[in-house]
């Protein structure tokens, strides 16, 4: 039982320059989330899904486009990276109960 | 709108003292509440959650939080903190299913401990 695990662990872009970012875990839940981390601000979502074919919109959706064809993953993509997207992405997913479980997460560098 | 309010940005005590981190939230139901503990370079991991009923509740690492919602708040306490207990600790507020699942987190308070 990984738990939920992310891929790549660390990512180095130029601007403008696109990226997919996996997510996936191994214990059946529905619910996941993406977040980013910023020195100062703790965690912001960005967008979420409540079970597999549905996404929504977090608190910072642009720039960001997320896909979950399969229970088990969720895909943060990057269309046109930009500086301000430079990061620590989390991935977490969420019991039936309400308790939510992150992975290592994904360190991004966008130049 | 939920939020949350951490506070304390940095704390510092010595070890074997007492630690209480400060969590106030802002929610329109009845709250699920959770603490999470991030060390450098890792990943968060849970140290307790409240969903209902007893407001005192015991975490991992002997931790425990009370709830509170006349003040709003889920403050952290440690009766003895141990040196391995610096890191960064993020109070969390959400709801039970589909919209309300999201969590709002605080900015986080980083605890420093002194030997």
């Known amino acids: 039982n990984a738990g939920v695990t992310q891929t790549p662990k660390f990512r180095v872009l130029k601007t403008g320059q696109s990226m997919t970012l996996l997510c996936a875990q191994d214990m059946n839940h529905e619910y996941m989330y993406w977040y980013r981390q910023d020195p100062g601000m703790g965690l912001r979502l960005i967008h979420y899904?409540?079970?597999?074919?549905?996404?929504a919109k977090g608190e910072v959706p642009d720039g960001y486009n997320v896909s979950r064809l399969k229970k088990q993953n969720f895909l943060l993509g990057l269309e046109s990276a930009a500086p301000s997207q430079t990061s620590v992405y989390f991935c977490?997913?969420?019991?039936?109960?309400?308790?939510?479980?992150f992975g290592p997460g994904t360190r991004l560098l966008v130049l | 709108a939920q939020s949350v309010t951490q506070p304390d940005i940095h704390i510092t005590v010595s070890e074997g003292a007492s630690l209480e981190l400060r969590c106030n939230y802002s929610?329109?139901?009845?709250?699920?509440l959770f603490w999470y503990v991030q060390s450098p370079g890792q990943g968060l991991q849970l140290l307790l959650k409240y969903f209902s009923g007893d407001t005192l509740v015991q975490g991992i690492k002997g931790f425990e939080a009370e709830f509170k919602r006349s003040q709003s708040s889920f403050n952290l306490r440690k009766p003895s903190v141990h040196w391995s207990d610096a890191a960064e600790y993020f109070c969390a507020v959400g709801g039970s299913t589909g919209t309300a699942s999201k969590l709002t987190f605080g900015t986080g308070t980083r605890l420093q401990v002194t030997l």
């Open positions: 929610y329109g139901a009845t709250p699920y």
């Open positions: 899904s409540v079970g597999e074919g549905t996404t």
């Open positions: 977490a997913s969420r019991t039936a109960r309400g308790t939510q479980y």
